[in-house]
């Protein structure tokens, strides 16, 4: 499942287990409450950094939950239900009062590279872990909140066509190329995670108020955050 650790201005959340991290409803329950628990305790400094364990990031929504549904109205109704539970998700993110940074150690597909992409920064292994938006390969749509972010986030037309349309699996070093993720120079998850670390120490000492971090971060992203009920403005301080 997943734990949130708090290390210094650190919150550390990490998709525990060896398995694929399939965002099945309870585990975006889980993710959700735990984004919500980092908002509750975060201070000026705080900053979130999300990795997993095992050659998966995240594999996406867990679509043999869906399937187990037993009819295909069943099995629509399902992925409807987890389109619409990581919704939250995806605000928290947005909506989170310090820097986010996602440590990929290893794939990161569909629902799982949306979560990744929403994190202020990306930082992916050069030797394991492809980024994978296979809904076009299975036939799926984009919801339109995964189209907006992807849109808000991807700066070109070609890296998108490359993401969204081609069914490819991109590895770190075209990633990087892509402008999809920030860095891909590290052959070990533990590379992976030490560099993410040390970028949040590094935006820890800037000890910038969240409020307005989060503020300016949604500012950027106008149509995504109204998909998200999400406002930029900063709560009148009482
Ligand atoms: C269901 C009913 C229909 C409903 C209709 C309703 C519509 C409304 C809802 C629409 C919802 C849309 C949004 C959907 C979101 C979702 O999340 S849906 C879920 C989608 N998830 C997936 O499709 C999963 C996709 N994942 C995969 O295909 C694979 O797991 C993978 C990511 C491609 C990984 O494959 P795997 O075989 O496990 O890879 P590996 O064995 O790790 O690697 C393969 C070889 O490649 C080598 N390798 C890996 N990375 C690298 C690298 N970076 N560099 C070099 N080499 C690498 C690796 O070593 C392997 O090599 P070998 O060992 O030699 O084989």
């Known amino acids: 499942m997943c734990t949130l650790e708090k290390r210094g201005d650190l919150f550390l959340l990490t998709l525990t287990g060896d398995d694929e991290h399939r965002f099945h ?3 975006i329950a889980s993710v959700l409450s735990l984004l919500e628990q980092a908002k509750s305790q975060s201070t000026r400094g705080s900053v979130l950094i999300t990795t997993a364990h095992g050659k998966f990031f995240s594999n996406g929504f867990d679509l043999a939950w869906a399937q187990a549904a037993g009819s295909q109205t069943g099995a629509v109704n399902r992925m409807h239900q987890m389109v619409e539970s990581f919704k939250p998700v995806i605000a928290a993110l947005f909506d989170l009062p310090m820097p ?3 440590a990929l150690n290893g794939h990161a597909a569909a629902s799982g590279l949306m979560f990744a992409l929403s994190h202020d920064y990306v930082f992916m292994r050069n030797d394991r872990g492809v980024l994978y938006m296979s809904e076009v390969d299975l036939g799926l749509p984009l919801p339109d909140y995964f189209a907006a972010m992807f849109a808000a986030k991807i700066g070109t037309g070609i890296a998108r066509r490359e993401l969204l349309l081609s069914g490819k699996k991109i590895k770190g070093e ?3 190329a ?3 993720v920030d860095s891909a120079a590290h052959d070990s998850v533990e590379g992976v995670v030490e560099a993410t670390v040390s970028l949040g120490e590094s935006l820890a000492a800037k000890k910038w108020n969240g409020e307005v971090y989060a503020s300016i971060r949604k500012s950027l992203y106008p149509g995504l ?3 998200l009920s999400l ?3 900063i709560a009148a301080s009482p």
């Open 100 to 102: 986010t940074i996602a």
């Open 225 to 227: 955050c109204a998909m």
């Open 178 to 180: 892509l402008g999809i």
């Open 25 to 27: 409803p309870d585990t």
């Open 174 to 176: 075209e990633a990087v």
């Open 231 to 233: 406002t930029a403005k």
